[in-house]
């Protein structure tokens, strides 16, 4: 049944396949009054072009990005905002040996035991392709949270097992990342990059960390107990097909604090400690909102795997093409569109709370 | 706005305060015709009842459930199902200390900046015992989980630092749960009690993390691209008040793996592993579904804490009282409840979706 | 599947049988700070209380409403309330014979199709008593509306074909309608009792239309183009059992009419005539809001019926016991109740719109 | 906030303003595997055309729609199917007088008023043009009407106050329905014409009513308590911009109507009568489901009408230009697919009740 759709008040809904005729998003709920032109959301997404960038795949996507609808004379009304994406540089043929082979890792098995049939081409439906959708969507939301006077910024923490030397995330600031890995940290990009070239030599990936942190954020926001701003911002990262882990704040290491070390203390100037995240039961606090998503490999390698086809018949198979050797740096600007996404959802729902 | 409800197909509404007359649940939406009674709801909450264990709160609650609806002559009507829990043993007097003070890691804070007026008896809404609901609702979907042929089973992995020495997720039996912590190592699990009583005379709490295993879970459940299985696990998951981390499958550790490490391979016999943890692209494989939540420390500990009040002033807080030590084992009959909500929710959505 | 819950910001839950334990709903989504008690919504139930009038049945329902959560210290708190009726005065005995026998114009037939068994007694789910929790709900709605300055009145305006000799809706005051019909022409009201008395004694029943006017709604209320203003409140009122029609403003009578006449010409004052009945394009348009609705006869005769049982045999029937003869007057607070759910979702969904 | 959505497990999300760059639908939760091409959704949206039919306006719009997504190889795949349809002959100059003259009758007032702006050329997202999106996705839902054996079929049953001479709508077949007002009675058509064209001559409008009838539509269909099949059918048809009335078997007609009269005696063989219109007590009875509704005249008449300007001014408006004399035949179609949409969503709802 449906699935396709996030959000209560602002709500995005996406389709398309990597190698239909186009992508794209709905987003119902805009409020009416904000500027919004074409190219604010070019701009949003080329910061997930392919193109460019050593270690992203050279398929050229033109990803030019058309307003359809729900903008008029440079302002939103309040009525949808369609936005399409035309597929230009799909190369539909390159694919058809998968056509009933199952990749590892991939949603290929799944997707046909859940609907019987697939659009094998690239993914179909699964492909990284449908994050654009989310992206352009993400760009709008962020007219609802910057009107708030909200930041989101995203990073790479880790890759292939190098992690940043850092420090508070309070400290990171948007100009220290516009390098090819959105990674604050300059020297461990360095060796990001190394171990990336070596790994492509390889015919293999790797995976990495994620972290966001919102900035700005009003004390407030999220709906208990099953709307809390900590369930839906973890739902909407996992549901970014490279995520398989989310942590809010510190995390998993809260496992090993005692109460005393994980509790931050109030003062009159605020919270002294942000081992929450900036999020106390469900509700935002006020402080920065932290989280960090895990994300796989990426799983097309060119070194051989075992599998089967559709009959159920034992192959194996070699994934070449153009094919990126890690999601990171691409999935930074996704993450970064998805808490967008829930943010303005939130902004808005909270608008309903206050007297 | 509203935010109490949880599922699209099969929904489950919990209302209810810690100190309020009774809180209780509304399941909308099972299916007609399934054998229940009230001792059935009764026996699921029994397990995370906080009296006759050592670690847990002395309060005695009865927490008798009473079905209300939904229920003719054994059999459920396909109607809503109301289910109701007496607040009996609440000592408000006990909290009025507390009425202007925020007590720091709680979301007295929160609640207060949200709504601009708070219950603070025991928390109100946002105390844990806001999941007596869940699992008295997670008692009904385990109807439709069970009759699907699936198990959940959750447990102890680590407590206050000291983790089970383990093998796979897959030979873990319930019987080997039934103990005072539902920890399936009984070696650690006698360190874990330890630890508990050695924290507890120090007036501190601790954290842990507890896994959940689903099996018999048939293929094709998940409905992308939003409401993919692993995104409303993590956020069903992420919505119970303690937890600050979700992860699926090998989760955190796949950011130091290579493709090669973490696609599963496929053969005629299923799949040779299950680092994805038993979901691809947001779509049950027909594996093993493994996750793991990563729960705080209580945050009512008796040590002195620096926080402020209503009007801002500084204080300090020191909080006795009948308080757990560890939201372990308590918590972990509410990550099943909800895992068992969320697949009822996509087993009935997928009928949906089958020809 | 689910189906029991309307609204989309502030969302009605209602839940239970006519012959269960109980009744109740629960309002998920009210704003905190407003003063509320048993006492006010037991004022609105009371409205639509069998009991004291003439034509209504005897069974002595007592009716009581208790809050069970989201209510502290006499405010709202932003959190789900909880609201129970218990049933007392239950003769589920009398309804015995009409276990396998499906009564004409009952939903005994069609529940017994879709769920494969039903509740018999009192019709179960498909009473009219389930109303009762719809309008406890509407009182919890009115909270929110007549902070807004809107005034909801329902009458009767036609019963078993009697007609009020009526001028403009406009004119119609509250305390013309406190008498036992909700009707503000008294001579039709005295022909309309002295009707249902007759048909009283050849055990038949009558149907009617119900009048709403909504006054001081604000202008702007509606989401085009599912959700507007018209879609809500005809979905929100052809929802209760008995309604057969609905219609806004000038409602049928528009079939004949010229574009000329229909149209309502706009002055510097405001609209110079309310065709539209206060909605143009399903948006409020800040003139009164004008509906009606049909309401079929009571299917309850003691007539004899002819039938057939769960086996498909023909049978014959007759009804006795305690029933009305008409919905009306009881079905009239049911239908402000509506209205008042509606405008309450809808007044707070524009807050997410207002810049 | 957001409401361009309809459905719960077969969701349409419509988009596009009058002259935007284009219109669409997004259909979200179609079954897989099931054959659909741009041809069929084409042949059902040529039905509502303007061009070719002598009181329909001579715009000449294209609307060539194209499917984006959702199909591959001829099959839906179970993702979202995005169609899209260009403006292409919007003269928007045309409207350039209306910018800050409020139309009576239209929505220009009302949007104005919700959202402190609008796009006024050809009443944008309120315009009739709207509907071409959900004549489309009525198209794909009749993919799943059709394969559980139902057909939908809406005619014209009154127009400017001229009535067919009707037998029982079960004896109408679509052949009798391909004449330029889908109307059954070719006399009362003829009749219909001449009174087209006469009020053409005055410069004036006419309103009119049409009925639907769902045929093989089996027993069971419908969610109780709110979103009952009957109350899901009227908000539907109340969200066509055109509808004030909404009727559903005997109608209106019930309250003038005894219990012994309007109840259906069940036999054998089936019901004896259909007053219940096909849906009893919110449910699907396995009768033919039959709906009037109330059609008002269109507000765009050029004879002088007294309204006011942005600034709240007097003036007075004539609206040339290219409109149709009444939405009738126009709005037959429209009606269709909103019916078609309703029930595809409710067919797959019944797959979770169904054990």
Avoid at 48 to 62: C, L, M, T, V, W
Avoid at 120 to 141: D, F, K, L, M, Q
Wanted: glycine share 14%; net charge neutral; charged share 20%.
């Amino acid at each position: 049944m449906s699935g396709n759709t996030i959000g209560r008040v602002f709500r995005i809904t996406t389709w398309g396949e990597s190698h239909g005729a186009a992508l794209g998003a709905v987003i119902d709920g805009c409020p009416p009054g904000l500027s919004l032109s074409q190219g604010q959301i070019q701009a949003v997404l080329d910061r997930r072009k392919p193109g460019g960038q050593r270690f992203a795949s050279p398929r050229q996507e033109a990803d030019r990005v058309e307003i359809l609808s729900g903008v008029f004379e440079g302002k939103t009304t309040g009525t949808p905002i369609a936005l399409l994406i035309r597929n230009r540089d799909a190369d539909s043929g390159a694919y058809e040996h998968l056509r009933s082979v199952f990749r590892p890792g991939h949603g290929d098995y799944t997707y046909y035991r859940k609907y019987g049939l697939r659009d094998h081409r690239g993914g179909g439906r699964a492909s990284g392709r449908e994050t654009a959708a989310r992206v352009a969507a993400g760009a709008v939301a962020s007219l609802v949270t910057e009107a708030a006077g909200i930041q989101v910024l995203a990073y790479t923490v880790a890759l292939g097992g190098i992690c940043i030397s850092r420090g508070s995330p309070g400290r990171i600031r948007r100009e220290s990342l516009e390098n090819s890995l959105y990674c604050p940290d300059p020297e461990a990009a360095a060796r990001m990059l190394d171990r990336l070239a070596e790994v492509r030599q390889q015919g293999d990936t790797l995976g990495g960390i994620v972290e966001i942190v919102v900035r700005g954020c009003p004390a407030g926001l999220g709906e208990p107990v099953f709307d809390k701003m900590d369930a839906d911002l973890a739902g909407a990262l996992m549901s970014i097909g490279t995520v398989k882990g989310v942590e809010i704040g510190a995390g998993f290491s809260v496992a090993d604090m005692l109460g005393s070390e994980s509790n931050d203390p109030l003062s009159p100037g605020g919270f002294l400690s942000n081992t929450s995240g900036g999020i106390l039961a469900g509700i935002t606090s006020g402080e920065e909102i932290v989280m960090r998503v895990a994300c796989k490999p990426i799983p097309s390698i060119s070194r051989s795997q075992q599998t089967i086809d559709a009959e159920g018949h034992p192959t194996t198979l070699s994934i070449g093409g153009r094919h990126d050797v890690c999601v990171i740096p691409r999935i930074v600007p996704v993450c970064e569109a998805m808490v967008q996404i829930v943010l303005a959802d939130h902004l808005l729902r909270q608008k309903a709370v206050t007297p």
